[in-house]
C-alpha cells in the first residue's frame, strides 16, 4: 500500500529540548516536504527536498532542520523547540513532473511547552 | 510568485442548502488541481483533482470542481450539504514543473442540522 508514515503523531516537549518527527514514503517519489498547519494560515511549507542529499527552505523555515540521506526518509529537525513552533506537522510526497498528486502523512501535532 | 487564494474563510449554511467555495490561483505553468478536506482532529483527505481534460471534475461524497482556465479558478462545489460535511476545505495547486504543492488558507464549513 502506498503511504507516507509520520511518527510520532502526538508530542508534548518542553522548550530547548531537541527532538526529530521521522517521515517515510514507499512510493519511490523523488519530491518530500514539510508543512506546518495553523488556524487561518493554512499549511505552510517549511522545508522540502526534490531528491536524495537535495534540500531547500520552503516559505517558513526558521527553527527548523532536515535531511534527505536516503530518498525514502525525510526527518523534520527541531535543534531547540520554541512554544511558536507549537503546531499541526505534515509530511507530503510526490513525483515531479506531468500529472501527480502529493501524498500525505497522518500529521504530528506538536505542543512545545 | 504563486499564491492560492480562498474567498470565504468561514461558510455557514444549513443542511441540504448548495455549496460553493471560491479558489484562485496565481501560476504560468502546468499546474494540477487539488480539494482537500480536512475533519475535526483528522489528517487531510483528497476531495478531488484535476490534471487535464474535462474541466468539471466529481470527487467523493458527491463533491465537484470547476476548472476555468481563463479565470485561473477552480471553485469547488456541492448541490446539498449536510451536517457531517463540517469541516475545513483547502485548495490546492501543485506545479508540474518543481512539484511544489502550494495550499490556500482554508475555508471552515459549518452545516447546522
Known amino acids: 500500500e502506498a503511504q507516507v508514515t509520520q511518527n510520532p503523531r502526538y508530542l508534548i516537549t518542553v522548550t530547548g529540548k531537541k527532538l526529530t518527527v521521522t517521515c517515510s514514503q514507499n512510493?519511490?517519489?523523488?519530491?518530500m516536504s514539510w508543512y506546518r498547519q495553523d488556524p487561518g494560515l493554512g499549511l505552510r511549507q517549511i522545508y522540502y527536498?526534490?531528491?536524495?542529499?537535495?534540500?531547500d527552505k520552503g516559505d517558513v523555515p526558521e527553527g527548523y532542520k532536515v535531511s534527505r540521506k536516503e530518498k525514502r526518509n525525510f526527518p523534520l529537525i527541531l535543534e531547540s523547540p520554541s512554544p511558536n513552533q507549537t503546531s499541526l506537522y505534515f509530511c507530503?510526497?510526490?513525483?515531479?513532473?506531468?500529472?501527480?498528486?502529493?501524498?500525505f502523512g497522518q500529521g504530528t501535532r506538536l505542543t512545545v511547552v | 510568485a504563486q499564491s492560492v487564494s480562498q474567498h470565504n474563510h468561514h461558510v455557514i449554511l444549513s443542511e441540504a442548502a448548495s455549496l460553493e467555495l471560491g479558489c484562485n490561483y496565481s501560476?504560468?505553468?502546468?499546474?494540477?488541481l487539488f480539494w482537500y478536506v480536512q475533519y475535526p482532529g483528522q489528517h487531510l483527505q483528497l476531495l478531488l483533482k484535476?490534471?487535464?481534460?474535462?474541466?468539471l471534475v466529481k470527487g467523493i461524497k458527491g463533491f465537484e470542481a470547476e476548472f476555468i482556465k481563463s479565470k485561473f479558478s477552480f471553485n469547488l462545489r456541492k448541490p446539498s450539504v449536510q451536517w457531517s460535511d463540517t469541516a475545513e476545505y483547502f485548495c490546492?495547486?501543485?506545479?508540474?514543473?518543481?512539484?511544489?504543492?502550494?495550499f490556500g488558507q482554508g475555508t471552515t464549513l459549518q452545516v447546522k442540522p
Open positions: 507530503a510526497s510526490n513525483r515531479i513532473g506531468g500529472n501527480t498528486e502529493a501524498f
Open positions: 512510493m519511490n517519489h523523488e519530491y
Open positions: 527536498s526534490m531528491n536524495v542529499e537535495v534540500t
Open positions: 501560476y504560468g505553468g502546468t499546474v494540477n
Open positions: 484535476y490534471f487535464s481534460g474535462d474541466p
Open positions: 490546492a495547486v501543485l506545479s508540474g514543473n518543481t512539484g511544489k504543492l502550494i
